[in-house]
């Protein structure tokens, strides 16, 4: 288990916009068993609240949703900066786009670099590349 916080967005990266509807994205259940199985926090930063893991829960039992904690965050000019945890941790924080304010809370903590920035629309493999550059990242096998 790596010593690390994962911070994952539900719309834009679970899901993304293909033709013009919300459409789950390729992979995503591998993707989560992956992350819950290799960090030692998982973190919901997201707009969806605590009900995400009710969703998982019923559809996937509680193998996955118990591992996810949800990340309380407020509006403002930092928005969903003010989720992460610790800023003294390792983390990784997926999510298709940051306001400003998240921008200059990252590169204000030396963190910019945790940041994996996921397009909204199309590229429905995209949770693949995600697993192989958190697999380099944290030399995981």
């Not at 786009?97 to 670099?113: M, R, T, V, Y």
């Amino acid at each position: 288990m790596i010593d690390a916080d994962i911070y994952l967005d539900v719309d834009g990266v679970l899901f993304c916009q293909n033709d013009g509807i919300l459409e789950l994205r390729d992979g995503v259940v591998g993707f989560l068993w992956f992350l819950v199985n290799n960090f030692e926090n998982c973190y919901w930063l997201t707009c969806w609240g605590m009900d995400f893991n009710d969703v998982l829960d019923k559809i996937y039992g509680h193998m996955i949703s118990s591992k996810f904690k949800n990340s309380n965050w407020k509006h403002g000019s930092i928005d969903k900066a003010s989720g992460i945890q610790d800023w003294n941790r390792q983390f990784v924080w997926v999510e298709d786009g940051l306001f400003e304010g998240a921008i200059q809370e990252l590169k204000k903590h030396g963190c910019w670099d945790n940041y994996i920035h996921v397009p909204f629309n199309g590229e429905m493999h995209i949770l693949y590349e995600i697993k192989d550059e958190l697999k380099r990242r944290f030399n995981i096998e």
